[in-house]
């Protein structure tokens, strides 16, 4: 079965330090995996997806997510984090020929000034 | 190009009540995905409509329909309002055209409240 984990529920950095946001998942086909943010009180939005080729997937508000096939592993990145980055961060799965996403419970990501 | 839109972004019901959610997917888009996200149980994915036909459906009571127009349009009812239903009601849209590259696209979301 289909399955995404994201192992911290928040994650604390300074202002100005790079981030990391973990994801694994778990598919029995090749994944297509997703990055959605959210700001509160509104819907999600799209950050970024890897189908296929490069492992480093850049996306917007300078957010980037490195694939590692053999660690089954989606992890986001950002090289210097914003206080405006804190937000509720959601990775999602696909496997080919499924179009429903699986998705991750969520990690809250705090920016501390 | 328009985003996705759901009306209205607020409602106040009874338990008991019903209650009806709209929502506009962005033009050209012919999937409309609905979920329910609360504090304790986060994202969960309730149903999927494209081109008028349920094609998923998550593990949610009866109480909880939907339906989809010909405009890909979709609307989503909920019967007989529990407390448990207080919820942000997310909606996404996407063209469906290939697995791998379909991306969903979200509204602001309705917040229900159940008193």
């Known amino acids: 079965a289909q399955s995404v984990a994201q192992p911290e529920d928040q994650v604390n950095v300074a202002e100005g330090n790079p981030l990391t946001v973990k994801c694994t998942y778990s598919?029995?086909?090749?994944?297509?995996l997703f990055w959605y943010v959210q700001y509160p009180n509104r819907g999600l939005q799209f950050l970024l997806k890897y189908i296929t080729g490069d492992n480093l997937v850049k996306g917007s508000y300078g957010f980037e997510a490195e694939f590692n096939k053999s660690q089954t592993s989606f992890h986001l990145k950002k090289p210097s984090a914003l206080v405006s980055d804190s937000a509720l961060y959601f990775c999602a799965v696909r496997e080919n020929s499924n179009y429903q996403l699986i998705w991750g419970a969520g990690t809250k990501l705090i920016i501390k000034p | 190009k328009a985003g996705v839109t759901q009306t209205p972004r607020y409602l106040i019901k009874t338990r008991g009540q019903q209650v009806t959610l709209s929502c506009s997917p962005i033009?050209?888009?012919?999937?409309v995905s609905w979920y329910q996200q609360t504090p304790g149980q986060g994202l969960q994915f309730l149903f999927e409509?494209?081109?008028?036909?349920?094609?998923n459906k998550g593990n949610f009571p009866g109480r909880f329909s939907g339906r989809q127009f010909s405009n890909s349009r979709s609307e989503m009812n909920v019967s007989t309002l529990e407390l448990g239903d207080s919820a942000l009601y997310l909606c996404?849209?996407?063209?469906?055209?290939?697995?791998?590259?379909?991306?969903?696209?979200f509204g602001p979301g309705t917040r229900l409240t159940v008193l």
């Open positions: 409509y494209f081109s008028e036909t349920q094609r």
């Open positions: 598919v029995s086909g090749n994944p297509y």
């Open positions: 033009s050209g888009h012919r999937s």
């Open positions: 996404a849209s996407s063209t469906r055209r290939t697995a791998s590259t379909d991306t969903q696209y």
